[in-house]
């Protein structure tokens, strides 16, 4: 079993900064790509960015040269730093990894619960 526990949502200010953690535990032979994506009501799920193990990252225009994506390999954790927040950045934000649960087994996905992020005055 592979959990993606995931914390560091909240409200805040426009202009505020937030910063989220997700670590992976559970049976993992390797991680591929780790990657943080949201939902706002009424729309579909998009993706925020993402890192591969190699460290190449990806971000959604929306979010380019505000939020910054790493991770800690020896952690199994990403982490997404969000600044320069605005109120369209409203959402739950899902963590998801794509892994390998042992040495027969495919890259398979794995998502976290979600946590709110609220921006607003």
């Known amino acids: 079993q592979v959990q993606l526990v995931e914390s560091g949502g909240g409200l805040v200010q426009p202009g505020g900064s937030l910063r989220l953690s997700c670590a992976a535990s559970?049976?993992?032979?390797?991680?591929?790509?780790m990657g943080w994506y949201r939902q706002a009501p009424g729309k579909q799920r998009e993706l925020v960015a993402a890192?591969?193990?190699?460290?190449?990252?990806n971000y959604a225009d929306s979010v380019k040269g505000r939020f910054a994506i790493s991770r800690d390999n020896a952690k199994n954790t990403v982490y997404l730093q969000m600044n320069s927040l605005k109120p369209e950045d409203t959402a739950v934000y899902y963590c998801?990894?794509?892994?390998?649960?042992?040495?027969?087994?495919?890259?398979?996905?794995?998502w976290g619960q979600g946590t709110q992020v609220t921006v607003s005055s």
């Open positions: 890192i591969t193990s190699g460290s190449t990252t």
């Open positions: 559970g049976t993992i032979f390797s991680i591929n790509a």
């Open positions: 998801n990894a794509k892994l390998r649960g042992s040495y027969y087994s495919v890259n398979d996905n794995y």
